[in-house]
């Protein structure tokens, strides 16, 4: 149903654009969230959309670095990710919550989101 894209291998410094595509789901009714995860380490939070895009958050991380936004006419949401450092190197997932227009109240819990799609890998060498 989603289906995250746009990811591959970087030098450090350098930007990327990730898009999470939905089928057979109005993404337009949902918030959307973007995630990562590094080996070995849990799955993040990284920025989320509300369904209309009036509001985002973005993890600490990646303030003034990466921009959340959403074309719901085209029923995809992206992730604009710059001064991509090899920290920034993880498996990246959009995800949607169970409600429509509804962005949980932590917004980076893992366990509020019930839509996934398959990931697309960043890697930032140094």
């Known amino acids: 149903q989603l289906q995250a894209s746009g990811g591959g291998l970087v030098q450090a410094g350098g930007s990327l654009r990730l898009s999470c595509a939905a089928s057979?789901?109005?993404?337009?009714?949902?918030?959307i969230t973007w995630f990562r995860q590094a080996p070995g380490k849990e799955r993040e939070g990284v920025s989320c959309?509300?369904?209309?895009?009036?509001?985002?958050n973005y993890a600490n991380s990646v303030k003034g670095r990466f921009t959340i936004s959403r074309d719901n006419a085209k029923n995809t949401v992206y992730l604009q990710m710059n001064s991509l450092i090899p920290e920034d190197t993880a498996v990246y997932y959009c995800?949607?919550?169970?409600?429509?227009?509804?962005?949980?109240?932590?917004?980076?819990?893992?366990?509020?989101?019930?839509?996934w799609g398959q990931g697309t890998l960043v890697t930032v060498s140094s």
């Open positions: 995800a949607a919550p169970v409600e429509r227009h509804w962005i949980p109240s932590i917004w980076a819990d893992v366990d509020e989101y019930v839509f």
């Open positions: 057979g789901f109005t993404l337009g009714y949902y918030a």
């Open positions: 959309i509300s369904s209309r895009g009036g509001s985002t």
